[in-house]
């Protein structure tokens, strides 16, 4: 439940990205922020349903878990009201789509530190999967690289798209839907090739 709750900022922010028009400045979501730009305002207003609907769901998060929030949730809920705080107040949409290649490279570089973070050295990897997975200390290793490497693989893709493929046409359809298509795969494959490590009971 909680995991689909984190699809809603998202489902908010593909919305009114293909519903508001590009040149449209009366849109209320405009009017509210004090944003407007020439063509890019679908982006903008889709910002600030982002921003909204990314704090209405982590201060449930906050609520639930008995006001204590994970440190990527924090990393996540900073990242996005910074990002798009930025891209409001300056109506220029740069900010935004940036967001997601240093958000992703920001997971990256954690996993590949992640031993450092924890009293008793683990991966956030082996924090993640040591209840159901058995696997050697290389093989821990080589799949906390592994999952490194597909955060390193969604900021370039979310580079790609925002900023070098068709001048950034298709970066919200990469926003809503290519992350989660790419991080599915990443992860069906790992667990096809660890499906001999699964804990039987």
Not at 35 to 54: K, M, Q, S
Not at 71 to 93: C, E, I, K, N, P
Request: aromatic share 18%; hydrophobic share 55%.
């Amino acid at each position: 439940m909680n995991a689909l709750l984190d699809f809603i900022p998202l489902i908010v922010f593909f919305y009114l990205y293909k519903t508001v028009e590009p040149t449209d400045t009366q849109h209320f979501l405009l009017q509210l922020t004090g944003a407007a730009g020439t063509d890019n305002n679908h982006v903008l207003a889709a910002t600030a349903g982002l921003i909204a609907a990314t704090v209405l769901v982590y201060g449930y998060h906050l609520v639930k878990q008995k006001f204590r929030l994970e440190r990527q949730q924090w990393l996540v809920l900073a990242m996005t009201v910074v990002f798009g705080g930025v891209t409001l107040a300056l109506s220029d949409d740069y900010y935004i789509r940036l967001k997601a290649v240093l958000l992703n490279t920001a997971f990256g570089v954690g996993m590949l530190l992640s031993h450092f973070f924890f009293k008793d050295r683990r991966s956030a990897v082996q924090k993640m999967f040591g209840s159901v997975l058995v696997l050697p200390p290389e093989g821990w290793k080589k799949l906390n690289w592994a999952w490194a490497g597909m955060f390193f693989l969604l900021a370039a893709l979310h580079a790609f798209f925002a900023f070098v493929y068709a001048g950034g046409r298709y970066w919200g359809e990469f926003t809503a839907f290519g992350d989660m298509i790419v991080m599915f795969s990443c992860m069906a494959v790992m667990f096809f090739v660890l499906r001999k490590h699964f804990k039987t009971e």
